[in-house]
């Protein structure tokens, strides 16, 4: 099975950041999902590194 790391809310700033050709972290850092996205992207690099030990 896939493991779940988090979810991304619903955020207009997504959309906004598409339009001006940049990430929603880039565009938005200080937004719920910028934050969120940044959590999954730490559990996910933590799983990769328990898979490698």
Same mark, same amino acid.
């Given at each position: 099975?896939?493991?779940v790391?988090?979810?991304i809310?619903?955020?207009p700033a997504v959309t906004e950041a598409?339009?001006?050709g940049k990430t *929603? @972290?880039?565009y938005a850092p200080q937004s *719920? @999902?910028?934050k969120e996205i940044a959590e999954i992207?730490?559990?996910t690099l933590s799983?990769?590194?328990n898979v490698r030990s």
């Open positions: 099975g896939v493991r790391v988090g979810k809310t619903f955020d598409i339009v001006y *929603v @972290v880039e *719920v @999902v910028a992207w730490k559990e799983g990769l590194e």
